[in-house]
């Protein structure tokens, strides 16, 4: 994991979180191959730079996942966010350190093929309800239910 310019990141736990998904979520690759994924965290204006030149889109954004593998083949870049997450664990109460491990579960979903509608369909989505299971687990509580 790269934590960038995030001093202090909750290095144990985003691996646990990247490494629980990878073990509940994938479909078992071809030949028994590895799953490798890299975690980097960036600030606003670096993962704006990433979101406008790979995704054509403008402004910060909470994570990015990029699957680099063939498919049922985990490998991936994950790139978390971590103002936007700091934004967002404040407006939903919720510690900063949840909200980075839900992230990371988040992209690592991504990198294994999932995905959701955009817009407030997304909470009822299955990739949202398994992110949320996942969170659950990952932190020894049923669901978080955000």
């Known amino acids: 994991m790269n934590a960038g310019a995030l001093a202090g990141a909750p290095e144990a736990l985003l691996e646990r979180a990247v490494r629980l998904t990878l073990e509940r979520a994938s479909r078992p690759t071809p030949g028994g191959h590895a799953a490798e994924i890299s975690l980097t965290l960036l ?3 670096e993962i704006a730079a ?3 030149q790979y995704l054509g889109r403008e402004g910060s954004s909470d994570v990015l996942a990029f699957s680099l593998g063939e498919p049922g083949a985990p490998l991936g870049d ?3 966010g971590f103002e936007q997450a700091g934004r967002q ?3 939903h109460s919720v510690p900063l350190d949840e909200e980075l491990a839900r992230l990371a ?3 690592t979903l991504h990198v294994l093929g999932h995905d959701h509608p ?8 299955p990739m949202f309800r398994l992110q949320e299971r ?3 687990e990952l932190l020894g509580r049923p669901g978080t239910g955000r």
């Open 43 to 45: 600030g606003d204006e």
């Open 50 to 52: 990433l979101n406008r």
């Open 78 to 80: 994950v790139y978390l």
């Open 89 to 91: 664990a404040a407006e």
């Open 105 to 107: 579960i988040h992209g």
């Open 118 to 125: 955009d817009g407030a369909d997304r909470v009822d989505s």
């Open 134 to 136: 996942l969170l659950g």
